[in-house]
């Protein structure tokens, strides 16, 4: 499976942005999928998560409100819209791929992730 993210940028205090990721491969919509980030000199953490059928999702608590996961099974595509950026939100952002079905905020579940986006905040 190959994941490809992609839709970062550096953008002001409030803005929003909208990252894409495309999946190729050999992909499954039986898997949850979700976001992650990881902030310079930080841990990768956990952003969002989405259902196999999108009908259930997960947020970090830093994030609840202001962004948005959503998926595309006929196109194996995930989206997380950000809306209300702060400048704590710039890191580089990765999609990933969960071995199970259901929305998860446990990053060792997940089985692969793309090579990361770049969000740039500005205060």
């Known amino acids: 499976v190959q994941l490809q993210a992609s839709g970062g940028g550096l953008v002001q205090a409030g803005d929003s942005l909208r990252l894409s990721c495309a999946a190729s491969?050999?992909?499954?919509?039986?898997?949850?999928l979700g976001w992650s980030r990881r902030a310079p000199g930080k841990e990768r953490e956990f952003v969002a998560s989405?259902?196999?059928?999108?009908?259930?999702?997960s947020y970090a608590d830093s994030v609840k409100g202001r962004f948005t996961i959503s998926r595309d099974n006929a196109k194996n595509t995930l989206d997380l819209q950000m809306d209300s950026l702060k400048p704590e939100d710039t890191a580089v952002y990765y999609c990933?791929?969960?071995?199970?079905?259901?929305?998860?905020?446990?990053?060792?579940?997940?089985?692969?992730w793309g090579q990361g986006t770049q969000v740039t905040v500005s205060s």
């Open positions: 990933g791929v969960s071995r199970h079905s259901m929305a998860t905020s446990r990053l060792e579940l997940y089985q692969y």
């Open positions: 491969g050999r992909t499954s919509s039986n898997n949850a």
């Open positions: 989405i259902s196999w059928r999108g009908g259930s999702t």
